[in-house]
C-alpha cells in the first residue's frame, strides 16, 4: 500500500451522477492503473496509463475516464453512462509495465 | 491471449501446517508471475515474483512460489500456516516478451487458516 493514496475510503453516488476517484502516488513511477474488483471476482482493468499524457483503456473502459496531466495523479471518473458502477476500484502502480505493481487501499462506491 | 486459473475458490487449513494455494497460467511469450495478498476492504500487497532464475521464489512473510515451466504453474507455499495468513490471494501473470502487456489477474483464492 505504501506511497499510492486512494481517495475517499467510501463513495455513494446517486444514479445519474458522475464521480471521480482520486489516485496520487509519491512513489515516482511511470506506469499507473484502475482496476474493478466485484464480490468473489479477480480485478478487471479499466484503464491504464505508461506515461503522463497518455493513457489506454483496459478491459472494461465503458463507461468511465481518465486524465494523466501529472505524474503523481491518475484520476478516475465513473460517468453515468456506467450501467453497474457499484464496485470496489483499486488504483495501481508500477515503475514500469514489466515490474510489479503496487496498490492504494481501494474506493468502495456503492450506487443510491 | 493470457490466462490465469486459480481452481481452489477456498482453501482450508490448520495453524502449523504448510499449505499451498495453486496456480496455472496460460501465455504465449515469457511468463512474468506474481502472487499478491488482500486483506479485507483493502488494497492488493505484493508477495513474490518470478522473472528468471531459480524456479523457487521466496518472498514476504515466509511464503514461496516454485514455478514449474512443463505444468505451466506457479503454486504459492508456506512450511507452516499461521491464523493471520487467511486472506485472499490472487496469482497474476504478463508475458515478459511484450513491455506493454498488462497483468492479468486470476480469480482469488481464500486462505482460511484455522486455530
Known amino acids: 500500500d505504501g506511497g499510492i493514496t486512494q481517495s475517499p475510503k467510501y463513495l455513494f453516488r446517486k444514479e445519474g451522477q458522475n464521480v471521480t476517484l482520486s489516485c496520487e502516488q509519491n512513489?515516482?513511477?511511470?506506469?499507473m492503473y484502475w482496476y474493478r474488483q466485484d464480490p468473489g471476482q479477480g480485478l478487471r482493468l479499466i484503464y491504464y496509463?505508461?506515461?503522463?499524457?497518455?493513457?489506454q483503456k483496459g478491459d472494461i473502459a465503458e463507461g468511465y475516464s481518465v486524465s494523466r496531466e501529472k505524474k503523481e495523479s491518475f484520476p478516475l471518473t465513473v460517468t453515468s453512462a456506467q450501467k453497474n458502477p457499484t464496485a470496489f476500484y483499486l488504483c495501481?502502480?508500477?515503475?514500469?509495465?514489466?515490474?510489479?505493481?503496487?496498490f492504494g487501499q481501494g474506493t468502495r462506491l456503492t450506487v443510491v | 491471449a493470457q490466462s490465469v486459473a486459480q481452481p481452489e475458490d477456498q482453501v482450508n487449513v490448520a495453524e502449523g501446517n504448510p499449505l499451498t494455494v495453486k496456480c496455472t497460467y496460460s501465455?504465449?511469450?515469457?511468463?512474468?508471475l506474481f502472487w499478491y495478498v488482500q486483506y479485507p476492504n483493502r488494497g492488493l500487497q505484493f508477495l513474490l515474483k518470478?522473472?528468471?532464475?531459480?524456479?523457487l521464489v521466496k518472498g514476504s512473510y515466509g511464503f514461496e512460489a516454485e514455478f514449474n515451466k512443463s505444468q505451466t504453474s506457479f503454486h504459492l507455499k508456506k512450511p507452516s500456516a499461521l491464523v493471520s495468513d487467511s486472506a485472499l490471494y490472487f496469482c497474476?501473470?504478463?508475458?515478459?516478451?511484450?513491455?506493454?502487456?498488462?497483468?492479468?489477474f486470476g480469480g482469488g483464492t481464500r486462505l482460511m487458516v484455522k486455530p
Open positions: 518470478y522473472i528468471t532464475g531459480d524456479n
Open positions: 497474476a501473470v504478463r508475458d515478459g516478451s511484450n513491455a506493454g502487456n498488462m497483468l492479468t
Open positions: 501465455v504465449s511469450g515469457n511468463p512474468y
Open positions: 512513489l515516482n513511477h511511470d506506469a
Open positions: 496509463s505508461q506515461i503522463v499524457n497518455d493513457f
Open positions: 495501481a502502480s508500477s515503475l514500469h509495465m514489466n515490474t510489479e505493481a503496487f
